[in-house]
């Protein structure tokens, strides 16, 4: 067996273990920070999916286009696989005051418009919108990752508006 021809001097060695020792905070932060971006992203998406099950609901006959509480339950029960919600938060919401409800971290306001203030109005169209009803969900998320630099609660509002079928 051959000797090998040149040795590591004792300075040399464990330069890898001081490199991965300074990298690995930066690394774990930088895990942390995308894992808490991932958790934002899906509940963004997931009041957006609330927000527009809750506008088909009023939307889907005039005796719903002011039901309030039928929105909100419709709202919670499709965001129940966030953390802060599971099955904690009850339906009916908790608190309803006007087009207002409240469950948990969940508000959903309900407006319903007649002509001019739907969206999509065109009045040159041979059927012009009447009535339409407008969903406003808010979320307020968790921090999964408690650290003082990060950001922390965030309201997410996510806004639609569907046109009320006619009876």
Same mark, same amino acid.
């Given at each position: 067996? @051959? #000797?090998? $021809?040149? !040795?590591?001097?004792? @300075?040399? @060695?464990?330069? &890898?273990?001081? +490199?991965? &020792?300074?990298? &690995?905070p930066w690394v774990f932060l930088l895990f942390i920070a995308v894992f808490n971006?991932?958790? /934002?992203? /899906?509940?963004a998406i997931a009041t957006a999916n609330a927000a527009r099950v809750a506008a088909l609901y009023a939307a889907s006959a005039p005796s719903t286009s002011n039901d309030v509480i039928g929105a909100c339950s419709q709202a919670v029960d499709e965001m129940r696989a966030l953390p802060n919600v599971g099955l904690g938060v009850a339906v009916p919401c908790n608190s309803c005051s006007?087009? !207002?409800? $409240?469950?948990g971290p969940i508000q959903v306001r309900l407006d319903t418009y007649v002509g001019a203030g739907c969206a999509d109005n065109d009045p040159s169209l041979p059927t012009p919108v009447t009535r339409c009803a407008q969903v406003a969900v808010t979320y307020q998320s968790i921090q999964l990752f408690p650290l003082p630099w990060m950001m922390g609660r965030m309201n997410l509002t996510r806004i639609v508006q &569907?046109?009320? #079928?006619? +009876?």
């Open positions: 067996m @051959r #000797k090998p $021809t040149s !040795t590591p001097s004792p @300075r040399r @060695r464990g330069h &890898a273990v001081v +490199e991965v &020792a300074l990298m &690995a971006f991932g958790f /934002y992203a /899906y509940a006007g087009n !207002t409800c $409240t469950a &569907a046109r009320v #079928k006619p +009876e």
